[in-house]
C-alpha cells in the first residue's frame, strides 16, 4: 500500500485476521510507519522483545524492514501477550549467506487478537531461514501467523523454513495461519507446517500416572510447547528471560 494516508482494512490480504475497529480508528502515519534495520555483511544483529500493553490500549502494530548483508544474521525473537490488539510485522531482505532466524509466541486470552506478519525475501543464492511461531490461546482469543517466503530466480541454494503451532486451551478460542512459499529457483529446500489442537490428554494421562498433578502437567506441556520458539536463540539468558515472562502471562489462563 504506497498511500500512506490510506488505513488497511480486513479486505487487504495481509489484515485478513486483524481487529477491523482497531484498524477503522488507527492514525495512518503510525500504522503506515516502517522501522529500518540495515545488519552489515559478515555481523549479527539482534532483536529479542516482549510486548504487553494493558487492557486499556487501543492497540499496536510495529513494522520492521530488516536487510542483511552477505554473511550477516539477524534474529529476533518476540512474545506478545497484551491485546486487544497486537500485530508484529518482519520484513527481512537476504543477500548472499544471510540467514534470519525468528522465534515468536502468543499467549491471549479474552478478546485479544495477536499475530506476527513476516515476509523472507531469499534475493541471494546461498542465504537462510527459519520460523518457529507458538500460539497459546484461551478465552475468545485469536493467534495468527501469516507468514511469505520469496526466492527469486538466482537465489539457488536457499534452504527457508516455517513452522506455526497452536494451542487452544477453551473452545471460544482460535488460531489461523496462512503460509506462502513462491519460488522461482529449482535448487532449494523449502518448507512450512503447521497444526492447531488442544493439550494431548494423552500425555497428561502419563504424567497423571506418575504421580504429576493435573494441572502442573498441563503447564510441563505449554512450556515445553512454547520454549519450541527460543531453541536456536544463540544468547541462552534471553531465551531463559523470554520463557519466564511467557510463563507468567499464562498465570491468567487457569491451567
Known amino acids: 500500500m504506497n498511500d500512506l494516508t490510506t488505513l488497511p482494512t480486513t479486505r487487504d490480504e495481509d489484515w485478513r485476521y486483524a481487529d477491523g475497529k482497531y484498524l477503522a480508528d488507527a492514525n495512518p502515519a503510525t500504522i503506515n510507519h516502517w522501522r529500518t534495520l540495515e545488519v552489515p555483511p559478515g555481523e549479527t544483529r539482534f532483536q529479542y522483545t516482549e510486548h504487553s500493553s494493558g487492557p486499556l490500549a487501543k492497540g499496536w502494530t510495529d513494522r520492521l524492514r530488516v536487510h542483511v548483508g552477505r554473511g550477516g544474521r539477524f534474529e529476533s525473537f518476540i512474545v506478545i501477550t ?43 543464492p546461498g542465504a537462510t531461514s527459519n520460523q518457529v511461531v507458538r500460539a497459546v490461546q484461551w478465552g475468545r482469543s485469536t493467534g495468527n501467523f501469516l507468514g511469505r517466503i520469496e526466492v527469486v530466480r538466482d537465489a539457488q541454494k536457499t534452504d527457508a523454513a516455517q513452522n506455526f503451532r497452536a494451542i487452544l486451551l477453551e ?16 535448487d532449494v529446500k523449502c518448507a512450512h507446517g503447521a497444526a492447531i489442537g488442544a493439550l494431548d490428554e494423552k500425555a497428561g494421562f502419563y504424567m497423571a500416572a506418575r504421580g504429576i498433578p493435573p494441572e502442573v ?32 502471562a499464562l498465570e491468567e489462563a487457569h491451567l
Open 217 to 248: 502437567a498441563r503447564k510441563l506441556q505449554v512450556q515445553a510447547f512454547i520454549a519450541d520458539a527460543f531453541e536456536n536463540c544463540t544468547t541462552e539468558h534471553v531465551a531463559e528471560r523470554l520463557l519466564e515472562g511467557a510463563l507468567a
Open 171 to 186: 473452545k471460544g478460542a482460535s488460531a489461523n495461519t496462512k503460509p506462502e512459499l513462491e519460488i522461482f529457483a529449482d
Open 82 to 124: 497484551g491485546g486487544p490488539y497486537e500485530r508484529c510485522e518482519i520484513e527481512v531482505t537476504l543477500e548472499e549467506g544471510a540467514h534470519f532466524e525468528f522465534g515468536g509466541v502468543t499467549l491471549g486470552g479474552g478478546d485479544k487478537i495477536q499475530e506476527f506478519v513476516t515476509r523472507v525475501i531469499h534475493a541471494k
